[in-house]
């Protein structure tokens, strides 16, 4: 059984960098392509960024495109998510998910395995 596991998250100021990791087990890393969500207080999960399973396609939001950076390792089974210059709206419980077929996508309904969440939380 695939599980995925989020880490990394925390308290931080606004500006700040935080690096989220995604462990995968019970699979294997490279067959998926995967993507991060998040979902803030009273609004729905939306999407934050893609990446195929060769890392070569790589989609974001709009919101944090130029901020955030999701690259892969396959070797280590992990994912990550750099965060860069945090803002007081990338508050949010932040998700990990992955989906077989291996190529990207920013459509929640397309991944298979979610991670249960890490919360990150930008003060000003």
């Known amino acids: 059984q695939v599980e995925l596991v989020e880490s990394g998250g925390g308290l931080v100021q606004a500006g700040d960098s935080l690096r989220l990791s995604c462990a995968v087990s019970g699979g294997t890393l490279s067959r998926y392509g995967m993507g991060w969500f998040r979902q803030a207080p009273g609004k729905d999960r939306e999407f934050v960024a893609t990446i195929s399973w060769t890392g070569r396609s790589r989609d974001y939001a709009g919101s944090v495109s130029g901020r955030f950076t999701i690259s892969r390792d396959n070797a280590k089974n992990t994912a990550y998510l750099q965060m860069n210059s945090l803002k007081l709206e990338d508050t949010a419980v932040y998700y990990c998910?992955?989906?077989?077929?291996?190529?990207?996508?920013?459509?929640?309904?397309?991944?298979?395995?979610w991670g249960q969440g890490t919360q990150v939380t930008v003060s000003s």
């Open positions: 998910a992955a989906r077989l077929l291996g190529s990207s996508s920013s459509r929640s309904s397309e991944y298979h395995h």
